[in-house]
């Protein structure tokens, strides 16, 4: 199986900042890589597919960079309904992995 | 608007049987894969498992935590896609929920149901 470690696990920071998480495949799965986004008793949202690719509907301030075993989520200036935890997950093959979660908070 | 919404969820005694159920719209069900991801309380997400199209003749594959007592199936003249759940442990206790598949293969699990909650105590 292949495995996803994210970093950090969790985070604080100020609406405007910029926010950085990074996941890293424990082998190559190309672009093969999804972001999602979950509050706190809510189904995941999906923010990136395949890297890269903004989902549609999701804000332009996410975006997703990184090929073969590591990746970035950014949020380029954090708004107040950002305040969340969010996940990778590799489609590069089953079993779908996700990451352990990364939860943003307010500081 | 594309809906999924699962249904089934309670709770049971270990070793017992539970069955979910997600009954989909606004989508051309019949041609999504659709996929079970479940998360204990507090924890991160785990992929059950996914069903592919009648196309691909109903292929499913399991996460290897699962395989030998959770099956998918679905029933595309309902819109609805099931996780028959056997030999249930304290440990499957989860919300569980449906996501689709864009497209029949696993590549963007894109819209999700709201989640049904299994418990199992004795």
């Known amino acids: 199986d292949i495995q996803m470690t994210q970093s950090p696990s969790s985070l604080s920071a100020s609406v405007g900042d910029k926010v950085t998480i990074t996941c890293r495949a424990s082998?190559?799965?190309?672009?093969?890589l999804n972001w999602y986004q979950q509050k706190p008793g809510k189904a995941p949202n999906l923010l990136i597919y395949?890297?890269?690719n903004l989902q549609s509907g999701v804000p332009s301030r996410f975006s997703g960079s990184g090929s073969g075993t590591d990746f970035t989520l950014t949020i380029s200036s954090l708004q107040p309904e950002d305040f969340a935890t969010y996940y990778c997950?590799?489609?590069?093959?089953?079993?779908?992995?996700f990451g352990g979660g990364t939860k943003v908070e307010i500081k | 608007e594309v809906q999924l919404v699962e249904s089934g969820g309670g709770l049971v005694q270990p070793g017992e049987s539970l069955k979910l159920s997600c009954a989909a719209s606004?989508?051309?069900?019949?041609?999504?894969?659709i996929h079970w991801v479940r998360q204990a309380s507090g924890k991160g997400l785990e992929w059950i498992g996914r069903?592919?199209?009648?196309?691909?003749?109903?292929?499913?594959t399991y996460a290897a935590s699962v395989e030998d007592r959770f099956t998918i199936s679905r029933d595309d003249s309902k819109n609805t896609a099931y996780l028959q759940m056997n030999s249930l442990k304290t440990e499957d206790t989860a919300m569980y929920y449906c996501?689709?598949?864009?497209?029949?293969?696993?590549?963007?699990?894109?819209?999700w149901g709201q989640g049904t909650l299994a418990t199992v105590s004795s």
């Open positions: 395949s890297a890269f």
């Open positions: 069903i592919r199209s009648k196309f691909n003749n109903y292929a499913t």
């Open positions: 606004g989508f051309s069900f019949s041609d999504s894969a």
């Open positions: 082998q190559s799965i190309s672009s093969y």
């Open positions: 996501a689709r598949n864009d497209g029949d293969g696993y590549s963007k699990v894109d819209y």
């Open positions: 997950q590799q489609s590069h093959s089953t079993p779908l992995t």
